[in-house]
């Protein structure tokens, strides 16, 4: 098993990147290729994933990318190729959102998703992706919300499980208060 290579990329194809690293050259499939600039060096994280007929390294510039990709490919009917179409298509927080917020309009616009596969998305991974530190928060007043709970000794994961359920309405110290009574229940 292999965690990540440090290399530089020497050759760039529509659907991989050969990453050379102390003399050996590394195929790794990536969503998007063209993410990377040749003879430049990454530090890229990796999965092998066997078949009977293949192995194959996949590659990801974040190891939140590699998480998501290994979440989607534990779906029912959703294979290494669908997982890195979707990546390929839409950011990690955006998947993320959709999947819990169930946005299954969102999953079915990538290549290979349609309905049945859309549903087995959001029915196997809703509420199971810890990604929620990477999604950035786009309002002042949660902003504020959020300092108030890590002060009071928060840790950001229950934080962002809350943030999305206030009533965004009601002033900062309202919101302080919904939320605390949100995270004892």
Do not use: C, W
Request: glycine fraction near 8%; aromatic fraction near 8%; proline fraction near 3%.
């Amino acid at each position: 098993m292999y965690g990540y290579i440090k290399g530089v990329v020497t050759k760039i194809t529509p659907k991989n990147v050969i990453v050379e690293n102390q003399g050996i050259g590394y195929l790794l499939i990536v969503s998007n290729p063209y993410n990377f600039s040749l003879n430049k060096e990454y530090k890229i994280f990796l999965h092998q994933y066997v078949r009977e007929d293949a192995i194959e390294l996949y590659g990801f510039i974040t190891e939140d990318e590699k998480d998501l990709f290994l979440k989607l490919i534990s779906v029912s009917g959703i294979g290494p190729k669908s997982a890195l179409s979707i990546l390929a298509t839409g950011s990690v927080s955006e998947i993320v959102k959709a999947i819990e917020n169930r946005n299954d309009a969102y999953l079915r616009k990538f290549p290979g998703i349609g309905a049945k596969a859309s549903q087995q998305i959001i029915l196997d991974l809703q509420g199971k992706l810890n990604m929620a530190d990477t999604m950035p928060i786009h309002n002042s007043k949660l902003e504020d919300v959020e300092q108030a709970l890590l002060a009071l000794g928060y840790n950001k994961k229950e934080i962002s499980k809350v943030l999305p359920k206030l009533d965004q309405t009601l002033e900062e110290g309202a919101l302080v208060k919904q939320a605390l009574m949100t995270l004892v229940k």
